[in-house]
């Protein structure tokens, strides 16, 4: 039996901090990681002294860890996280740091993501991603999340009529909202021939269906709604979260993931149901990934994903706002910041401070992770519905 969930009352989320991506970086992760701790702390109005909780993610950290990062960014936390777990990395930061705030664990939590992108980083990193992958995939000639996703993306092709044409308009509607951001790598509009005539990278997988690694950092703040308000800031209130790790192992391929399991205790504890959610922040390493999120997080049934796309406008201003900042396949994939960018978008809009990509009245966004190719299949997943707060 499992016991009913606690709620977030008294928990505010603050001071969403995003380093302007690169494509290459001659930095480290540390230098990343630094400028977002300071560009969140400074819009607080705090020094690095003033914070007592800590939350890290990062895949080019090593070999440092948050541990290294305490003595080398000078801090002394009484409450201290590493969050190993890429895309879903930021749902599952803000729930440990939102309960330790809750029990009086820490009073403030910052909460930072953030890659570097050498020349030769992303070979690197797939060279030792996991045990699984050095044993059971490189052997074979078999390595990289392009192959795996297009193993996935063939089957939900066929399993349920999808054709590219639907996977492109999530791609080319991310496009159009990313050329409103400022921060993203991606620069110029796509249009759905763009899409269709691209380069092919893995049958049935093109170009444009793969994020770009590059390198940059993500971070926000954990701390009371009572701290926020004494400190003028715009905050963001928890409404619910759910997180899920090796969902539906028996599955042969992975057509859905661990948000369906939970689904319902999430939206049972936000009150509120898929209409009720203003924007939807996925995350986006390939288009297949968002289809299954529309699906398994109740905007449509299992299977009837590339109708849902076909039948809405993805965009900022459209019916379905969904990854307003353009995600990861238009803004990059800054590593394990990429399990960041949805969030801490979403907090800049439910708190109206989203500048060129603001969703107008949006009040409640729903966000999801999803993380860890340990093998054949992202074995995280995550989700929150958050909400803007009333000063």
Partial sequence: MSRTRLGYEGVAVVCPATVPYQRFSVE???????????????QAGLRPGDIDGFAVSSFTLFPDNAVGLTQHLGLCPRWLDHVPMGGASGIVALRRAARAVQAGDADIVACVAGDTNHIDSFRNLLSSFSRFSQDASYPYGFGGPNANFALLTDRYMKDYGATREDFGRICVAQRDNAL????????????????????PISDPIALFDCVMPCAGSEAFLVMTVEEARRRDLPFAVIAGTIERHNAFADDPIQLRGGWAMDIDDLYGMADCGPS???????????????????????????????????????????????????????AGQAGAAGGYIGLVEAIRQVTEKAGPTQVPGASRAMVSGFGVINYDRGVCSGAAIIEGGRA
């Fill in 276 to 330: 009720d959610i203003d924007l939807l922040q996925t995350y986006d390493d390939y288009p297949v990934i968002s289809m299954m999120q529309f699906e398994d997080l109740g905007f449509c049934e299992k299977g009837e994903g590339s109708q849902f796309v076909q039948n809405r406008d993805l965009t900022i201003s459209g019916d379905f706002p969904h990854n307003t900042s353009g995600g990861q396949l238009s």
């Fill in 180 to 199: 409103r951001n400022p921060n993203a790598l991606m620069k110029k509009p796509l249009t759905l021939d763009q899409y269709l005539n691209a380069r």
């Fill in 28 to 42: 480290t992760a540390h230098w990343w990681i630094a400028r977002a701790l300071k560009q969140s702390l400074d």
